[in-house]
């Protein structure tokens, strides 16, 4: 509906408005007897309050004034359309093109007039309503999925100590989400006792929303949320891939990090994930068959087209003796280490005791390897359009 105010003391001009129009256009007549008066630019105020696309000037106002107001509504109110009803002369015109006015009903014009230069400046108003420019998307938090097609190569402890190492610089607004379904071990790398899992969540589908996910969500004292797999591998059967990159969505609406932990391989949950990362952290140890898998699933992942993401190489245990340097790794898999964690002992005891290595002892080697990966994604503009805006996730009520 095109918003039209008629300026204008004469409620017959507004009657005929409003009978031409036959509903097509909300009419509504504005008046104030001091208008002949006012301030040009108090009136323009006062006339586009309800930000009309189409603003006719009289009849009824002198043509100075009428001018003097469109000219002001030209400068100042640019989205509406200024229609003039005066005596049409050559020198009118003129004027009138200087200040803006788009049409000039002569006064006194019959019903047919009136309703062909309205429809004229309706049909203006509409081609730039739609041609104005749509809201830009909501920013969305970073997406960081973990991978590795071997399994025990370190993903879990790679991701929950980058979730852990981001929460330090973004606490309460980083989630982490465990898309190993059958044997997701999150909760025990993180040492939560969960209430709810991925499972739970997955039976709220439907009604699942940035409100609904909180339930679902446990709050780690890193700063971080999680939320976890399931407790029973039957239950990884609840969440279809579609689901996990629902929740994949919702999260990065809410939170300004989601890093993902994933199974070994790339299955289809997996393959959800990936196709809304903005970053790959590909994990690997130092051994031939581990670091070929990688290179194979990164040729998979180019076959499908999945190449928007950024891909940061992790390499796990990077300090066993087995033949293997970093730069025969790089030459295998195509991509740059981004970080070496070597073997240790401290990291071994903070998984068993549930406390990642970069709370537990940030110190060590491999706690400092893992916070320097961690920072590498703070500040650093994202792959994709995507972009980390700061968000605060209220804490889940306990109640
Ligand atoms: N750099 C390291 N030094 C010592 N122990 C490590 C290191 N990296 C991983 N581990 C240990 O190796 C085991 C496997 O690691 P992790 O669970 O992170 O691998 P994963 O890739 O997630 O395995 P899965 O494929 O089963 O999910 C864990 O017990 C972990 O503590
Ligand atoms: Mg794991």
């Known amino acids: 509906m095109i918003t039209t105010v008629l300026v204008t003391n004469d409620s017959d001009f507004e009657d005929q408005v409003k009978r031409v129009s036959d509903g097509e256009a909300e009419a509504a007549r504005w008046w104030d007897d001091r208008l002949p008066r006012m301030e040009p630019a108090a009136a323009a105020r006062e006339i586009t309050q309800g ?13 100075a004034a009428s001018l003097a107001l ?5 400068l100042h109110f640019p989205g509406a359309c200024v229609v003039l009803v005066a005596k049409a002369t050559g020198r009118l015109w003129e004027q009138a093109l200087r200040a803006g006015i788009r049409e000039i009903i002569p006064t006194g014009s019959d019903d047919p007039t009136v309703l062909a230069a309205l429809t004229r400046i309706w049909a203006t108003a509409a081609r730039r309503q739609m041609a104005a420019p749509v809201a830009p998307p909501a920013p969305r938090g970073r997406v960081i999925v973990v991978i590795s097609p071997k399994g025990g190569a370190g993903k879990t402890t790679v991701s929950t100590n980058l979730a852990a190492g981001l929460a330090g610089a973004a606490p ?8 190993d379904l059958q044997f997701g071990d999150v909760a025990s790398a993180l040492g939560i006792g969960p209430q709810s899992t991925m499972a739970d969540a997955a039976r709220a589908e439907g009604k699942l929303d940035s409100t609904a996910i909180k339930v679902f969500l446990e709050p780690h004292p890193s700063g971080l949320y999680a939320l976890v797999g399931p407790h029973f591998p039957a239950e990884a059967d609840e969440v279809s891939p579609e689901t996990a990159g629902h929740v994949v969505d919702i999260l990065a609406a809410e939170f300004s990090f989601v890093v993902v932990d994933t199974a070994a391989g790339l299955d289809e949950h997996a393959l959800a994930a990936v196709e809304r990362a903005d970053d790959l952290v590909l994990v690997c140890v130092t051994d031939v068959p581990s670091v070929r898998a990688l290179r194979k699933a990164l040729d998979a992942l180019d076959l499908l087209g999945m190449t928007k993401a950024h891909r940061h190489l992790v390499l796990n245990r990077s300090d066993d003796k087995v033949g293997l340097s970093v730069a025969d790794v790089e030459a295998t898999v195509g991509v740059n280490v981004s970080a070496s964690v070597p073997t240790s002992r401290s990291l071994q005891i903070s998984v068993n005791q549930g406390s990642p290595v970069v709370l537990a002892d940030p110190r060590s080697p491999a706690g400092r390897a893992l916070r320097d990966l961690a920072n590498r994604f703070v500040g650093e503009p994202a792959a994709g359009a995507a972009t980390g805006r700061p968000r605060r ?7």
């Open 70 to 74: 469109a000219e002001e509504l030209d």
């Open 172 to 179: 309460g607004r980083v989630a982490i989400v465990d898309l």
């Open 51 to 63: 930000d009309p696309a189409v603003v006719v000037i009289g009849p009824g106002l002198a043509t």
């Open 393 to 399: 996730f209220a804490r889940k009520d306990n109640a």
